[in-house]
T-cell receptor, first 112, second 111 residues
Framework: NAGVTQTPKFQVLKTGQSMTLQCAQD?????MSWYRQDPGMGLRLIHY???????DQGEVPNGYNVSRSTTEDFPLRLLSAAPSQTSVYFC???????????FGEGSWLTVV | GDSVTQMEGPVTLSEEAFLTINCTYT??????LFWYVQYPGEGLQLLLK?????DKGSNKGFEATYRKETTSFHLEKGSVQVSDSAVYFC??????????FGQGTILTVHP
């Protein structure tokens, strides 16, 4: 089983560029979320979704956009990248009845 | 709002030493509690979890007990190995699969 798959694993962007981090899961889980990890701050929730067509903001949503057109996919868009968005990004998925949250392997993003 | 506080790190131990990493939380309702581990250059792996008060989670020699009265979920291991060197995150889970993480504790184990 693939679980949660994130692409790309590494990316360098210039300030002002846009890009999309892809997240796909093959477990048919309803709940998906995006986190960013910064040194000394743990992981912080950016956006989350409780199902196709439904998204909501987390703790640090500014500068990011999401959509959930299918159960499987939950892409994270950076519309105009800033150096403050240099971070490691993790996508996660969980089914509504379970307690286990599955993480992708992470995407390392550098904005110069 | 919900929050998780982990003991300040980094923590440096010799092999076979006893490990404790403190974790306390603030939450409304009855969250689930988790410990995640991150090895260098890798993603997050679930180490153990507890879903209700007095539950004990355990895995790979690590243990943590969900203490509602002290709002704590301290991680312990009786004898650490070099291979346990990693960053450890305490987290609480609420509705819709959302997690609130502590800041992480870096553990280094020397031979």
């Amino acid at each position: 089983n693939a679980g949660v798959t994130q692409t790309p694993k590494f990316q360098v962007l210039k300030t002002g560029q846009s890009m999309t981090l892809q997240c796909a899961q093959d477990m048919n889980h309803e709940y998906m979320s995006w986190y960013r990890q910064d040194p000394g701050m743990g992981l912080r929730l950016i956006h989350y979704s409780v199902g196709a067509g439904i998204t909501d903001q987390g703790e640090v949503p500014n500068g990011y956009n999401v959509s959930r057109s299918t159960t499987e996919d939950f892409p994270l868009r950076l519309l105009s990248a800033a150096p403050s968005q240099t971070s490691v990004y993790f996508c996660a998925a969980r089914d509504f009845s379970g307690n286990t949250i599955y993480f992708g392997e992470g995407s390392w993003l550098t904005v110069v | 709002g919900d929050s998780v506080t982990q003991m300040e790190g980094p923590v440096t131990l010799s092999e076979e030493a006893f490990l404790t990493i403190n974790c306390t939380y603030t939450a409304t309702g009855y969250p689930s509690l988790f410990w995640y581990v991150q090895y260098p250059g890798e993603g997050l792996q679930l180490l153990l979890k507890a879903t209700k008060a007095d539950d004990k989670g355990s895995n790979k020699g690590f243990e943590a007990t969900y203490r509602k009265e002290t709002t704590s979920f301290h991680l312990e291991k009786g004898s650490v190995q070099v291979s346990d060197s990693a960053v450890y995150f305490c987290a609480l889970g609420t509705d819709y699969g959302k997690l609130t993480f502590g800041q992480g504790t870096i553990l280094t184990v020397h031979p």
